[in-house]
Structures are given as C-alpha cells and as structure tokens.
C-alpha cells in the first residue's frame, strides 16, 4: 500500500525557500480546526486544540487504511493567529491572541468518518472541544517562507512582509497570518525549528 506523504506531493505548498517570500496559490483544503485565545505558550486551551486535532487526525488515517485501503502521513500542525486589535498581534502581546489550529485532511476523508473519529478521541480525552469541526479553507493567494529560529524570533520577517514585500507587490491582507510548524518543539531544539510563515494576500 502506497503511503501519501503530502509534504512531498504538494512540495510547493509545504517546502519553500528560506532566502524570500514567494507567491503561491493555496487551493482548497479540508482540515480538522478548533478555535481558541490566549497566550499558546501557557493556555491550557491551545494544549488541548492541539491534543485533539492530533487525535482525531490519526484516527482518520488508521480508519482510511482499514476500511479504503489508503494511507498517508498525517500532514503538520497548523495555525491560523490573530487579535482584534492588530496591535496587540504585533506587539507580541500573546494573552490577546485568537487562534485556529488544524490538521490538513486528504479530500477522500469523508464528513462520517471524521465523526466516528471524534467519538473513538472522545474515549481518551472526553468532551470535545465546542469549535471541533470538519471543514474546508480556501486560502488562494499568499506569501509564504521558511523561518528557521524559535517561533519569538519571527518578528523581523513579518515586519520585512508588512513594510517592504507587501508594500512593493502593491498587496494588501487577505487573511490571518498561517503557520505551518514542520518541527517538533519537543525534539528539536528553538534555534532549529522549521516553521513556514504563510500570509494570503489580494
């Protein structure tokens, strides 16, 4: 049985360059999603979103190779980060920080097998969270490069994609900023974390 590795065959979407930003074209993309705030580093929100897209991820790729004889690596941790003021997002003030983290989901993963999914998580981590869902995200265009450094060294690069990259395409927001995070932070140390910074833009 052939094992589907997304990061190889969508290579332009999960393994860009380090040297600058560059344009891509997200299609559209199922995802497992739970909605939360507050600062990722100590809200015990955002340890259990990440626990459950996880869990529910692996148990749609262990149903998919049983009952369709298909399997693939379970692509990275996702997240979507924003604030409703932007100012607090810039200014690194993480407790007003909102975010979506998600877990891509291959399109032959069907909405009944997602759920029976949910239920077999629910076994180990109980009650779902309320914004658990199963559904689509379309991104189109963005802006997207590699960070190599901790996730609090990113600054500098998002502040050369607001004030110079953006400014000279003549492009503008469309979207939260995306992180793609292609490292363990429990393995890997922070100077060597790989994390893809993505930014749609119209």
């Known amino acids: 049985m052939e094992k589907i590795d997304f990061k190889k065959s969508l290579k332009h979407l999960y393994a860009p360059t380090a040297k600058d930003f560059v344009l891509v074209d997200v299609p559209q993309m199922w995802f497992v999603k739970v909605d939360g705030s507050g600062d990722p580093n100590t809200a015990v929100e955002y340890k259990s979103a990440v626990e459950w897209v996880f869990r529910v991820s692996y148990a749609t790729k262990f149903m998919a190779k049983a009952t369709l004889n298909r399997d693939y690596v379970v692509p990275p941790l996702e997240a979507l980060w ?17 975010w979506t983290v998600m877990i891509m989901v291959p399109g032959f993963i069907t909405k009944p097998m997602v759920k029976k999914a949910v239920l077999k998580a629910q076994l180990q981590l109980e009650e779902p969270p309320a914004t658990l869902r199963f559904e689509p995200y379309a991104e189109g265009r963005s802006l997207q490069i590699l960070h190599v450094g901790s996730y609090d060294d990113e600054a500098p690069t998002l502040a050369r994609l607001h004030d110079v990259v953006m400014p000279q395409g003549r492009l503008s927001l469309n979207g939260p900023h995306h992180e793609i995070y292609l490292s363990d932070p429990r393995k890997v140390i922070a100077s060597k974390l790989r994390t893809i910074l993505r930014q749609p833009v119209r």
Request: aromatic share 18%; hydrophobic share 35%; glycine share 6%.
């Open 82 to 98: 924003w604030a409703d003021d932007p100012q607090e997002f810039a200014s690194g003030a993480k407790n007003h920080w909102k």
